[in-house]
């Protein structure tokens, strides 16, 4: 049977892409995706999440979708990723599918039946926080997704990791809001990260 693995990376960035990651592969295969060593790819470093991405290409495939800065500005983030994860499911038909959950446990039973709702294909659906440690198949989604948010985040120049508890990054945020100049296209200017920095700015601490 075809499985695959959905996780993210850029979620809660305020730069850059969020990137869906998928990967598939035959169940038969897991065993020796699983060997690769991959896992949780916050938990590997640059260099060994860019060496597992030949072994896994090898043993299954792997598919990205990518949702621009001004995508998420425009629209609702939760509904974006759903639509994404519906497309690389009905692009690959997967008997089963592991999703590291993108919603509060709570939410999970919801978030399920709309993306079946959304879905031209029926498979198996599991759903569950922490995935990325608990399924292979996500394990590995997990990895090529945080390698191509990497690279995309790379491009852009030194501008940190782009998440909000990046200093380099809030400095750079603060310096392009003090030029006066439109934002570039990459930044999400509706994150709140965008507010603190306009009203730090406003409101130097100590005066």
Do not use: H
Request: net charge neutral; hydrophobic share 45%.
């Amino acid at each position: 049977m075809l499985v695959m693995g959905i996780d993210e990376a850029g979620r809660g960035a305020v730069l850059g892409p969020l990137v869906l990651g998928a990967y598939a592969c035959d169940d038969a295969a897991l065993d020796a995706v699983r060997a690769t060593g991959v896992t949780d790819s916050k938990l590997l470093s640059p260099a060994r999440r860019k060496a597992l991405v030949a072994p896994l290409e090898a043993l299954g495939q792997g598919t990205l979708e990518l949702i621009p800065a001004a995508a998420i500005d425009e629209g609702n983030v939760n509904d974006l990723e759903l639509r994404a994860m519906a497309r690389l499911i009905d692009l690959i038909g997967p008997g089963r599918v592991w999703i590291d959950a993108p919603v509060n446990p709570r939410g999970i039973p919801r978030f399920v039946r709309a993306l079946r709702a959304s879905l031209r294909c029926r498979p198996d659906l599991v759903v569950e926080p922490k995935a990325d440690l608990t399924w292979t198949a996500v394990s590995a989604a997990s990895v090529l997704a945080k390698v191509r948010r990497d690279a995309e985040i790379e491009a852009l120049g030194p501008v940190g990791s782009g998440y909000p508890s990046d200093p380099t990054t809030c400095a750079l945020l603060s310096d392009l809001l003090a030029s006066g100049q439109p934002l570039p296209p990459w930044v999400r200017t509706r994150w709140g990260t965008l507010a603190r920095l306009r009203q730090a700015a406003l409101f130097p601490e100590g005066t």
